[in-house]
């Protein structure tokens, strides 16, 4: 059974830092993309970043770009999401997703396997 267990998040003030980080078990973790995808209250379910299994390609959302960046640890069975320069309209609860598709595709419809998730509030 996958299991994807997202931690790192909180409350942080307009321009500071998070570090998000997911443990993934239960899967060949090297076989899957693995992406972040966040969601506002009342706002639907949006892509924020995407790896592949190499961590050869990346994608981001355009909002996010410059600011965020995933990695990936293979050995670790962790995908990680960096987050700088935060702003308010960042706020959400923010997940972690696995697929089987071998590219990043950048809708949840593609990945199958998904995290409980973590708040992420910055203040302004």
């Known amino acids: 059974q996958v299991q994807l267990v997202e931690s790192g998040g909180g409350l942080v003030q307009a321009g500071g830092s998070l570090r998000l980080s997911c443990a993934a078990s239960?899967?060949?973790?090297?076989?899957?993309?693995m992406g972040w995808f966040r969601q506002a209250p009342g706002k639907e379910r949006e892509f924020v970043a995407g790896i592949t299994w190499s961590g050869g390609t990346t994608r981001y959302a355009d909002s996010v770009k410059g600011r965020f960046t995933i990695s990936r640890d293979n050995a670790k069975n962790t995908v990680n999401l960096q987050m700088n320069s935060l702003k308010p309209e960042d706020t959400a609860v923010y997940y972690c997703a696995a697929s089987r598709i071998p590219v990043v595709v950048a809708s949840s419809s593609a990945f199958g396997s998904w995290g409980q998730g973590t708040q992420v509030t910055v203040s302004s």
């Open positions: 239960g899967l060949t973790f090297s076989g899957y993309v």
